[in-house]
């Protein structure tokens, strides 16, 4: 069983990502004996039937002014995987119909960090671009980008999930649009055992301790990586980094966070075996783990695999705190160009308010699976009748992004080592945590 390919990246200086959701939406974070970090699903996966989008006059905001708008040529930089690609020229020859007079020029990119050395050097020609956050702020550390909310109404911007605004948020400002969003983890159970799942994690922990035993487990995920401890932070009252995006690691929630994880493994009275990620998988897909936590992107391939009779539910609240988990969420923008003319401006506008519609964003979901980013779409009935994908994306907009320009590699990289300590019984929460914050000094210091 292979790790899945990534279409997210996670937001870093180069995350060397290439979840990364399919995009290169995230780095498989590894260590030399740890497990990685699995990215979103294949973007050409087959998602599950869903109802089409709700109806409406036209696809495009066909334009109002009176007077026809001044030809304009714009260059767009895209990376993404063939169909994707073949989408979006569709989507491109749709816009240019109603307007005539603007041209959109696709360019693909491989590498995101070349791209942005073309662009620093104006080897490049660039008006507009799509990727993850780790293209975002490389471009908009350089200067490069227009900030967006000089462009857009407040209305309209609100009309975002608001997770996959962090991501691309900076300095108050922000920096592009979102096109979709995931990497969130959910939880996977049996329903030849489980009829109902639990809704907070006390019950998860009863529910798995009853099938656990005689080589079963109740409860599987890939354990020795931070993403899969990173919901339980904001329960607690705590997150990866602070409101100006400054890692904090070394707080009482961490401490929190990790004894909770390590309430589940534990040698004697644990639900969950410290697994890999292709461990726990295997585990729940040959019906040896009645729960598995995984990412969104298991919905695409569990569903291709077949075997278990399986749904899926939110991460259950934590339950002495009342408050609900909350995944790290990541996603892929929009991007458009700083010191624009006028003319090209206001074609970028356009084309920015077309490719971020609601039907548009719903008819990528139906053909590719991916998670809309405009409330409007998320609750469409098109998502809200789908099991799979109310839940995901209920689930997304619970969870948490990180503001652009954080480097969630570095962050990850300072946890690994110590989360494996704890779970090997070498290191306590508290010891687990200050060496997180140590560790992660040292690396920035470097």
């Known amino acids: 069983m292979k790790t899945p390919a990534t279409c997210y990246s996670l937001p870093v200086t180069r995350y060397s990502l290439p979840f990364l959701f399919r995009l290169t939406l995230i780095l498989l974070l590894t260590g030399a004996c740890a497990p990685v970090t699995p990215p979103p699903p294949p973007p050409t996966r087959t998602p599950t039937p869903i109802p089409a989008p709700s109806p409406t006059p036209t696809l495009l905001p066909l334009p109002t002014a009176t007077p026809t708008p001044a030809p304009a040529r714009l260059v767009l930089w895209e990376n993404l995987p063939p169909a994707q690609a073949g989408a979006l020229a569709d989507d491109v020859a749709t816009f240019e119909a109603a307007y005539p007079n603007y041209v959109i020029e696709v360019q693909h990119y491989d590498d995101a960090q070349a791209l942005v050395e073309a662009i620093a050097s104006d080897a490049v020609e660039f008006h507009l671009a799509l990727g993850d956050a780790s293209l975002a702020g490389a471009l908009q550390a350089r200067s490069a980008l227009h900030p967006l909310d000089e462009q857009f109404p407040p209305e309209f911007l609100e009309s975002f999930a608001s997770p996959a605004l962090t991501g691309v948020t900076r300095d108050g400002r922000l920096w592009g649009l979102p096109d979709t969003a995931g990497l969130h983890l959910l939880l996977f159970y049996n329903r030849d055992l489980i ?17 656990t035993g005689d080589g079963r487990w109740g409860l599987a995920m890939n354990s020795y990586d931070p993403l899969w401890v990173v919901p339980w932070l904001w329960a607690y009252g705590g997150w990866l980094t602070d409101s100006d995006g400054n890692p904090t690691l070394d707080i009482p929630p961490m401490v929190n966070a990790l004894t909770l994880y390590l309430s589940w493994h534990g040698r004697l009275t644990g639900v969950a075996p410290v697994a890999t990620y292709v461990q726990a998988r295997e585990l729940f897909t040959s019906g040896q783990a009645a729960m598995l936590i995984d990412g969104e992107w298991a919905i695409g391939e569990l569903s291709q695999a077949g ?17 609900p988990a909350a995944p790290l969420v990541a996603g892929r923008y929009w991007l458009m160009k700083e010191g624009l003319p006028a003319t090209e401006r206001d074609a970028a506008v356009a084309f920015l308010s077309f490719v971020t519609t609601p039907r548009r964003q719903l008819a990528w979901t139906a053909r590719f699976g ?30 948490r992004g ?12 300072a946890m690994r080592g110590p989360l494996r300590a704890v779970l090997d019984g070498d290191m306590v929460p508290e010891e687990a945590a200050q060496a997180m914050q140590a560790a992660l000094n040292a690396i920035q210091d470097e």
């Open 402 to 413: 990180l503001l652009l320009g954080v480097d969630a590699n570095r962050i990850f990289d």
């Open 307 to 323: 075997g278990v009779n399986w749904a899926v539910a939110p991460l259950p609240v934590v339950g002495e705190t009342k408050q």
């Open 195 to 211: 009829a109902v799942p639990p809704s907070n994690t006390e019950d998860m922990y009863t529910i798995a301790e009853s099938f």
């Open 370 to 399: 991916l998670l809309p980013t405009r409330l409007e779409a998320l609750e469409d009935p098109a998502i809200q009748t789908d099991p799979l994908l109310r839940i995901s994306a209920r689930q997304m907009q619970a969870g």
